[in-house]
């Protein structure tokens, strides 16, 4: 069972088009962070929230963290080809030291 | 460029034999981690050292180990590799141990046969 669930698994969506991708569990966390990882790569952070209800915005793409904590959304507007690439989110559970990863959406933006 | 080196890149390897992933950042960051990735199970922790001459468990320790001599380099070695351990490892280091961003390196592919 993965402390982190990510929905949908896989998205492939038409350019301009806009999307929201699902991270969910049931723990706390004290801080969730999303990355993207691209193809050969590791994956790269895009932000880090840290407080329930926090909306933070990065160009075309609002990250959302749930009021309890223990969940968050990636919402990207008008989806541009190079937006393709797998999205990860990742938590520190309440008290735990380390970090884990979601299962990850492979998103595909067509031109 | 500063980051995080890792090698080989890519390797294929006899089930049984013994191999070593090498990985060195050049950030000085204090603390380093070993990840695998999986097709579905996402990334997942195999050890982690919150500070040179330090290491611990990660989510999935066994049939790994790692050393942390110095502040820049964390090998993760397979002592017997078997099949299941055909994965993408990712060694990532980070400013501290409990709070801020992972810094990865490219990865290495791993295929045991």
């Known amino acids: 069972t993965q402390l982190l669930e990510q929905s949908p698994q896989f998205l492939s969506i038409q350019e301009g088009e806009n999307l929201t991708v699902y991270c969910n569990s049931s723990?706390?966390?004290?801080?969730l962070q999303w990355y993207r990882q691209e193809p050969g790569e590791g994956p790269v952070l895009l932000v880090t929230?840290?407080?329930?209800?926090e909306v933070k915005k990065l160009k075309r793409l609002t990250f959302q963290f749930g009021d309890a904590r223990k969940d968050s959304s990636l919402h990207i507007t008008a989806a541009q080809p190079g937006d393709t690439g797998l999205y990860l989110c990742?938590?520190?559970?309440?008290?735990?030291?380390?970090?884990?990863f979601g299962t990850g959406t492979r998103l595909t933006v067509i031109p | 460029i500063a980051g995080i080196t890792q090698a080989p890149t890519s390797q294929i390897l006899a089930a049984g034999r013994r191999m070593t992933l090498r990985c060195t950042q050049d950030?000085?960051?204090?603390?380093m981690y070993w990840y695998r990735q999986d097709l579905g199970l996402g990334l997942r922790l195999i050890h982690y050292?919150?500070?040179?001459?330090?290491?611990g468990k990660g989510e999935v320790p066994d049939g790994y180990s790692v050393s942390r001599a110095n502040t820049d380099d964390f090998p993760l070695t397979l002592a017997s590799a078997v099949p299941s351990q055909t994965s993408v490892y990712f060694c990532?280091?980070?400013?501290?141990?409990?709070?801020?961003?992972?810094?990865f390196g490219e990865g290495s592919r791993l295929t045991v046969l």
């Open positions: 990532a280091s980070s400013p501290r141990w409990d709070t801020g961003e992972l810094f």
């Open positions: 723990s706390v966390f004290s801080s």
């Open positions: 929230v840290v407080t329930g209800g």
């Open positions: 990742a938590g520190e559970p309440t008290g735990a030291n380390n970090l884990f």
């Open positions: 950030m000085r960051h204090n603390a």
């Open positions: 050292s919150n500070t040179a001459g330090t290491t």
